[in-house]
């Protein structure tokens, strides 16, 4: 009897850490938050000519902003135009997308009208990030 309550209680004890463990996986599959990089990590990539090969770099911004600086290799999907442009996700490269400021993850999703894929990474800082890193744009002065 006492062996038998002992095995009992080791099998609620596995069951309460595999249903820990699956949690885990699944809050890290439908987190919020996406994965981050850092200006000067992305500016390495972008030096090596990878913008468009091993990722996708978008500017987020609104067209006027985007036509007078930003980033070397992004294009531009504003907000409102994202849902539209969800092909974008269907390559399996990482996204990289970036804002004025901090990228809002509500918003982005709230834009894409789905769940988040995996591979969508934010610039950490945003464009104002990248200027105050102190790296190149393309377009105005």
Known sequence: MVMRQCNQRR?????RCLGAALLVALLSFCSPAAQTIAPGDL???LEKGK??????LVDLRPDE???NRHL???INIPYERLAA?????????PVIFYDEAELDIG???KAVGARLPRNVVALE???RGWLAARLPVTGGT
Do not use: W
Not at 51 to 56: E, P, Q, R
Not at 85 to 93: E, H, I, K, P, S
């Open 43 to 45: 500016a390495d990539y």
């Open 107 to 109: 918003r982005l999703k």
């Open 85 to 93: 442009d969800r092909l974008l996700f269907l390559d399996g490269l």
């Open 11 to 15: 099998l609620a004890v596995r069951a």
């Open 51 to 56: 913008a468009g090969k091993t990722f996708n």
């Open 72 to 74: 070397p290799g992004a």
């Open 65 to 67: 902003a985007f036509s």
């Open 125 to 127: 800082g945003g464009f």
